[in-house]
């Protein structure tokens, strides 16, 4: 059973705080995601990493940062918080190289910037 | 561009009833689609893919390329359908997906 944990359920943080979310899968995949998911928005690709050490942005990069240090844990960095990141944030990750390979995904970060 | 479109933002249907969620794409190669279900409390999971062409919990989906659609169907509905459900378009080789904004489904008895 492929699981996939998130460091937190629910996160309060201030303004201007950096702010780390951990995400950790115990399947060896290759693949790991951030998304954010907001109400009439749906998933947005924050960042995505195909490898150790290997990062791209996705469709919002912008004031997030990400790291990528060993095969199962992929960080998400706020490095400096604002109110509008208030969101839920998922973690995924898939399998294999190339193509399609199904995306198993954490609980989710509730996170709210004050 | 990319894009997938699920014009209903909530659905609500009696149990029994069928019950069909659209979903739209835009896309200028072969698509290959997905629909994603949460259900409360619960994670983000695969529901089914186009091209396995299975019915998963008595729902289906049928690409459409001439209409560029990827509608979910299930001709009963039941109370435990009760969920997010999101379409999803696989965008590149490294298996990224593009999701739509999603539906919520409602069941009542």
């Known amino acids: 059973d492929v699981k996939v944990t998130q460091s937190s359920r629910y996160l309060v943080k201030r303004t201007g705080e950096k702010v780390f979310l951990e995400c950790v899968q115990d399947?060896?995949?290759?693949?790991m995601f951030w998304y954010r998911q907001d109400p009439g928005l749906g998933l947005r690709l924050i960042y995505f990493s195909y490898d150790v050490k290997m990062k791209e942005k996705g469709d919002i990069p912008e004031g997030y940062s990400v790291s990528r240090e060993k095969k199962e844990r992929f960080s998400l960095i706020l490095e400096s918080a604002s109110t509008n990141q208030t969101s839920m944030y998922l973690c995924?990750?898939?399998?294999?190289?190339?193509?399609?390979?199904?995306?198993?995904f954490g609980p989710g970060t509730r996170l709210t910037v004050l | 561009a990319q894009r997938v479109t699920q014009p209903e933002k909530l659905l609500s249907v009696f149990k029994g009833a069928p019950v069909e969620l659209k979903c739209n794409y835009s896309?200028?190669?072969?698509?290959?689609l997905f629909w994603y279900v949460q259900y409360s409390r619960q994670r983000l999971q695969l529901l089914l893919r186009?091209?396995s062409r299975e019915s998963i919990k008595g729902f289906t989906a049928d690409l459409n390329k001439g209409e560029t659609s990827f509608h979910l169907k299930k001709p009963f509905a039941q109370e435990e359908d009760s969920a997010m459900y999101y379409c999803a378009l696989l965008t590149d080789s490294w298996g990224k997906l593009q999701f739509g904004a999603g539906t919520q489904v409602v069941v009542t008895p």
């Open positions: 186009h091209i």
């Open positions: 399947m060896d995949h290759e693949n």
């Open positions: 995924a990750s898939s399998g294999g190289r190339g193509g399609y390979n199904e995306q198993f």
């Open positions: 896309y200028s190669g072969s698509p290959e």
